[in-house]
């Protein structure tokens, strides 16, 4: 199993422009969660998704972000317009039924 | 508002110490506590921890739950450099891998 694939590794991008992650979970999980870590706050889950459902959003910030899960082996999260307060790691993690979560290697993001 | 509480926030030792990280929680419906570890890249799983008293042992890593003080702590004997991470406690909100709430962290040094 090659575990929770994230892309791209790194992104560098410049103020406004549209930033988007991809994340394929681990084949038989139905959940999927995006995170954000940064020093200050630590991990912080912005949305998950059951069976490709979104279930809770909450953790969006705000309507520059975005996410979408077409079909089991693939979610996006995008924001757009991208601003420097956004530069984060993000990481995507899978899980199936009470089992732990597998997270995948992150997406760091560094807006300028 | 559920929230995980971890000290200290950062820890150096010397190798051949004995660490003892501590993880404080105020979750509703709480059923389960996990510890992840994180070194460069994609935190992993250590221990998922459900019952009080009853202590889990993984080589030179153990923790333990106590429910009715709400917290959880994880012991490293022997400390190797290899053991130099960010240590992650959460818990989650509905049980199993639904919305797990993190800790920020105890990130641990061990030197030579």
């Known amino acids: 199993d090659a575990g929770v694939i994230q892309s791209p590794r790194h992104e560098v991008t410049e103020m406004g422009q549209e930033v988007t992650l991809r994340c394929k979970p681990i084949?038989?999980?139905?959940?999927l969660f995006w995170y954000r870590q940064t020093m200050m706050r630590g991990l912080e889950l912005l949305i998950y998704f059951n069976n490709n459902v979104p279930i809770d959003d909450s953790g969006m910030p705000e309507d520059r972000f975005s996410a979408k899960m077409p079909n089991a082996s693939f979610s996006t999260l995008k924001i757009q317009p991208s601003e420097p307060r956004d530069s984060a790691v993000y990481f995507c993690?899978?899980?199936?039924?009470?089992?732990?979560?597998?997270f995948g290697n992150g997406t760091r993001l560094t807006v300028t | 508002e559920d929230k995980v509480v971890q000290s200290p926030l950062s820890l150096v030792v010397h190798e051949g110490d004995t660490v003892t990280l501590n993880c404080s929680y105020e979750?509703?419906?709480?059923?389960?506590l996990l510890w992840y570890k994180q070194e460069k890249k994609a935190p992993t799983f250590l221990f998922m921890l459900?019952?009080?008293?009853i202590e889990k042992k993984s080589g030179r890593l153990s923790s333990i739950l106590d429910k009715k003080e709400l917290f959880s702590i994880l012991n490293i004997t022997a400390t190797q450099t290899g053991d130099s991470a960010i240590y992650l406690c959460a818990a989650p909100k509905q049980g199993g891998s639904e919305k797990l709430v993190f800790g920020k962290g105890t990130k641990l040094t061990v030197n030579p």
């Open positions: 459900t019952s009080s008293g």
């Open positions: 979750v509703t419906n709480f059923r389960s």
């Open positions: 084949s038989g999980h139905n959940s």
């Open positions: 993690a899978t899980g199936q039924g009470n089992s732990p979560l597998h």
